[in-house]
Every structure is written in C-alpha cells, then in structure tokens.
C-alpha cells in the first residue's frame, strides 16, 4: 500500500488537519458522545450514511484499493468503547497514517479512509466528497457537553 494522501487537493488535506486531526489530538479521551443524539441520527438517516461495529474479521473490513462497492458509510472495530470516539481515532489515523484516497465511482467522488492496525483493516468506509464538512460537524455535535 502507498503511503501518500493521494488525489487529495492542498484545501481538502488542511480541512483534514483542522477538522479532524486537531480535533482528535485535543484530549479525545475526555470526551463523551451520545450516538443516539437525535440531529446525528436525522444527519445519517438524511444522507444514507451507516456506521456499524463489527468484529476484527468481519467481510465488510476491505482493502479500499480492492472495494467496488459505492455504500457511503463506515465499518470499524469499537477501539475506544464508544462508537463515536472509536470512528474519531480511526478517521484520525487514516489521516495522520496516510490511508485516505479519493475514488470516482460514476459521476460521485468519494473519500476512501481505512485504518489498519498490524496489517489488518480495522476501519474502511466511504463518504462522498461533498459531505465530509459536513459529517465530521454532525459528529462533533453528538458530543456530550
């Protein structure tokens, strides 16, 4: 697997950087999140995105190089022992670890962020382009304060 944030633009890396990987950086531990927050729910019903938690060999854990599949969404291991939080560290680490790719599929481009610990995916998912502002301020609102 290349090591490079590829197809990503100069703009999209900063808003990585500033949305996410500072946010995560800032004492993620501290903080608590409410996966049923009802806006969070409404954001991912509203735009098809799904989350599951699923087991360490699950099927939908893929390579994103090998992934044909257009679902918008996230499969990940619950790491942090909250869905919310475990979906932070991982997007984190695809980001500081320089597992994301971009992928057109028909006339959508999408995010491909993956997470890997020993060389086994522990995170993949998909997120159109367009929506990634908007997800990570979504999460982030599911904080509970």
């Known amino acids: 697997m290349s090591r490079v944030l590829r197809h990503l633009t100069d703009d999209e890396i900063v808003l990585l950087y ?3 990987l500072v946010y995560v950086e800032g004492d993620l531990a501290a903080k608590r999140f409410d996966v049923s927050n009802r806006p969070l ?8 995105i799904t989350l599951d938690v699923v087991g360490a060999h699950d099927r ?4 994103c190089e090998a992934s044909r599949s257009h679902t ?3 499969s990940f291991t619950d790491s942090k022992k909250g869905k919310v939080m475990s979906l932070f560290a991982h997007l984190r680490n695809s980001f500081a670890h320089c597992q994301v790719t971009r992928k ?10 993956q997470d890997s610990h020993r060389e086994k995916v522990t995170m993949y998912g998909m ?5 990634l502002s908007s997800f990570l301020a979504a999460l982030k609102a599911s904080e509970v304060k």
């Open 72 to 74: 918008i969404g996230f």
């Open 127 to 131: 997120l159109p382009v367009a929506l």
């Open 104 to 113: 057109t599929i028909g006339s959508v481009t999408y995010f491909c962020f």
């Open 60 to 63: 939908r854990l893929v390579d």
């Open 41 to 48: 729910e409404d954001y991912l019903s509203k735009n098809g």
């Open 18 to 20: 500033r949305k996410l």
